[in-house]
């Protein structure tokens, strides 16, 4: 009776380990057509706004604006939002609110200069809003150019009003 029982125990075991062997050969045949789909923060949403759809399908940024999205992701998007536009996670929780970076006006009246100068500097530095932190001991020279240049990218272009 002993007998039967472990080998029993011994064909369940051998069973466990074909199964999962051959679970194991499925998940590496799926991974390599995963990794071939683009991640979903370079897919359009099928509910994104214009302003969110026009960035996104614009061409393709280069790789030192890629550089500064993700600045821009990982230090200004609680703030100023996915697109820029002042309405991030932590925008209502500061007064004032966040400015709107994507604001045709806004991106005219602005140099390069200036935006440097502010993420540098900080709100507090330049005369604005003083929950805008200082950058200029957090990032280097080149992060805070290629952050500016990721912010013109944001340029929203509204239709005119209808007539």
Known sequence: MKLSL?????WGLALALVAASGCSR???AVAPAAAATPPAAEVAPATATPAEAAAQTGPPLSYELRLGRQVFQ???????????AGDGFNAFNVEPHP??????A???AKADADLKDTVRRGGVGVGLSPMMPPWGKTLTADQIDQVVGYLRTLKRTDA???S
């Open 160 to 162: 005119p009003p209808a």
């Open 26 to 28: 499925r998940k590496e």
């Open 106 to 108: 806004f991106q005219k």
């Open 99 to 104: 400015r709107d970076l994507g604001d045709p």
């Open 74 to 84: 990982h230090y200004c998007l609680t703030c100023h939002g996915e697109t820029g």
């Open 6 to 10: 472990l080998s029993r125990l011994a």
